[in-house]
C-alpha cells in the first residue's frame, strides 16, 4: 500500500480533518458522508466513488481533483474552486454549488436535478449527457464551448439566466 492510499476504501464519515493533509490523497470509493472539509486544500485527491452526500466543501480548492463517480448529493460546493476538475458521472442532486468556479470541470453525464448553479463560472464547462431538472444558472458566467455541450432546452435557460463571457 502507498502512503498516499491510507484512507482508501474506508469510513470517515464521523472524522474530523481539521489538521490531516487532504493535498494529493487517494480517497477513492471512501464514506465521507456529512464531512466537513470547508475551506480546505485538497488539490490533485482521488476522490472517486466516495460518498460525499451531505458534505460542507464550501471554499474549498479542488484543483485537478477525480471525483468520478462521486455521491455529491443535498453537498454545499458553495465558491469552491473546480478548476480542471474530473467530475464525470457524479450525482450533484439537491447540491448547492452557488459561486463556484468550475472553469475546464468535466461534469458529464453528472446528475444536476435541482442543483443551485447560480453565479458559478462555466467557461469551457463540459456537461455532455448530463442529466438536469430545476436547475438555477442565475448570474453564472458561460461561454459558448459551454453552450455546444448542453441540450437545447437547458441551453435556453442558461442564456435566459446567465450571462456570455
Request: aromatic content about 8%; glycine content about 6%.
Amino acid at each position: 500500500m502507498e502512503p498516499g492510499d491510507i484512507f482508501k476504501k474506508r469510513n470517515l464519515s464521523k472524522v474530523n480533518f481539521d489538521y490531516e493533509e487532504l493535498i494529493g490523497r487517494n480517497l477513492s470509493n471512501t464514506n465521507l458522508k456529512g464531512v466537513d472539509l470547508k475551506n480546505r486544500d485538497i488539490h490533485n485527491a482521488n476522490l472517486s466513488g466516495a460518498d460525499l452526500s451531505g458534505a460542507d466543501l464550501s471554499d474549498t480548492i479542488l484543483f485537478n481533483v477525480k471525483l468520478r463517480g462521486a455521491d455529491l448529493q443535498n453537498a454545499k460546493l458553495v465558491n469552491a474552486k473546480l478548476w480542471d476538475t474530473d467530475l464525470y458521472g457524479v450525482d450533484l442532486t439537491n447540491a448547492n454549488i452557488s459561486g463556484a468556479d468550475l472553469f475546464y470541470a468535466d461534469l458529464r453525464n453528472a446528475d444536476l436535478r435541482n442543483t443551485n448553479l447560480s453565479g458559478v463560472n462555466l467557461r469551457h464547462t463540459n456537461f455532455e449527457g448530463a442529466t438536469f431538472a430545476s436547475i438555477d444558472f442565475t448570474n453564472a458566467n458561460y461561454d459558448l464551448h459551454t453552450l455546444d455541450t448542453i441540450s437545447k432546452d437547458i441551453k435556453l435557460i442558461l442564456e435566459i439566466q446567465g450571462n456570455l463571457w
